[in-house]
């Protein structure tokens, strides 16, 4: 019953695609492809089946990768040939990076433009006020490690915690298990360092497989994720938007988002973190690298939570990533990356 749902829905959408064309004269159709997933793949070749006929000029957006590796190395020719006579020769293909590009390539792409994603500013109007306090608590952190600073008895904790954040689907590929793993390495280090500051893990997603939430509960419940006092050191908040999500990157200190997952487009939470000035913890991966300056030092291997526990131990004491904030002003503002768009839609003869 759930199949013949998105079918109907699919000839819905088909059916509102032929009323604007016919209707209104557009002529061009924007068409976002489907990931490497032989089921989506199937409802790329009848939407094109119906649409292709009927609009004069065709644009592919990518928003996820490995559409050509799935043709390389995965397709049978039968698919391998439905793809291309569906959905090869499109006159303009956007893609997210570099990384990208084989997809547009793998489909005989006439014109190749390279448009990351962005997002609104969330930059609130006390946006600088955040980052003093953040650079505040950076400074306490550094200060606890001076031997004078042992014997300041009323020196309030919270500053002295490291809030690191991982928003994302909760699962292995994502990097939440690796997450979890560098933390313990880092607080381990700490303890017997004999320091007082700790990271605090703040996780916001949903589990979409039961039994990686019962792995989680399973990990989480050891010893180590409390404090000498007996406080926690971590909070689930569950699926986070609007008001809630924007407090989390607002008063946290890092993001960490070691990701491997196989279809990883551009993860759009990268760039929200870099709007907040936020430190970045993230992997090496897919099209990840590009999104940074070709020096950051924040990029780890993926599935190494010992590269991950020292990236996150850079960052206790420094100030908050102003740099990154400026990136996100210069490359992924919606008046840039749109912008970049609507002329290559001009374009289009």
């Known amino acids: 019953q ?9 000839f819905r959408y088909v059916a509102q695609a032929w009323r604007i064309r016919f209707q209104h004269g557009a002529d061009v159709l924007l068409y976002v492809p489907a990931p490497a997933k032989r089921s989506a793949i199937v409802r ?9 006929p009927v609009f004069r000029r065709r644009v592919c957006w990518f928003q996820a990768t ?14 391998r040939w439905l793809t291309r006579a569906l959905l090869g020769r499109p006159d303009l293909s956007i893609v997210l990076g570099e990384w990208g590009r084989q997809d547009a390539v793998a489909l ?7 448009v990351p994603n962005t997002c609104p500013d969330p930059w609130p109007t006390d946006g600088e006020l955040s980052l003093k306090e953040r650079a505040h608590r950076a400074s306490v952190r550094a200060s606890s490690r001076e031997p004078a600073a042992i014997i300041v008895a009323d020196q309030p904790s919270e500053p002295l915690r490291f809030r690191l954040l991982f928003l994302s689907l909760c699962t292995h590929e994502k990097g939440l298990f690796d997450t979890l793993a560098g933390v313990l390495l880092v607080n381990q280090r700490l303890a017997e360092s004999q320091s007082r500051v700790r990271v605090e893990l703040d996780i916001a997603g949903t589990f979409p497989n039961p039994a990686e939430r019962a792995e989680f509960d399973l990990q989480t419940q050891a010893p180590e994720w409390h404090d000498d006092s007996g406080q926690s050191l971590l909070r689930y908040h569950g699926f986070v938007e609007g008001r809630t999500k924007a407090d989390l990157m607002q008063h946290c200190d890092c993001l960490c988002f070691p990701t491997y997952y196989a279809a990883e487009g551009f993860p759009l939470v990268l760039v929200e ?16 690298p590009e999104l940074f300056p070709p020096d950051y030092d924040g990029l780890v291997d993926p599935q190494q939570p010992h590269q991950i526990a020292d990236a996150i131990e850079k960052r206790l004491f420094r100030s908050p990533e102003s740099a990154l904030r400026r990136r996100y002003e210069e490359h992924y503002t919606p008046a840039q990356c749109l912008g970049t768009i609507r002329w290559a839609l001009l374009e289009i003869d």
Do not use: N, Y
């Open 273 to 288: 973190a870099m709007a907040w000035g936020l430190h970045i913890v993230t992997s090496r991966w897919r099209i990840i």
């Open 2 to 10: 759930l199949q013949l749902l998105k079918l109907f829905r699919l």
């Open 44 to 52: 790329d070749w009848l939407v094109m089946a119906f649409c292709r």
């Open 108 to 114: 005989g792409s006439r014109r190749i433009i390279v």
């Open 66 to 79: 490995g559409l050509g590796g799935w043709l390389e190395t995965r397709a049978s020719p039968l698919e």
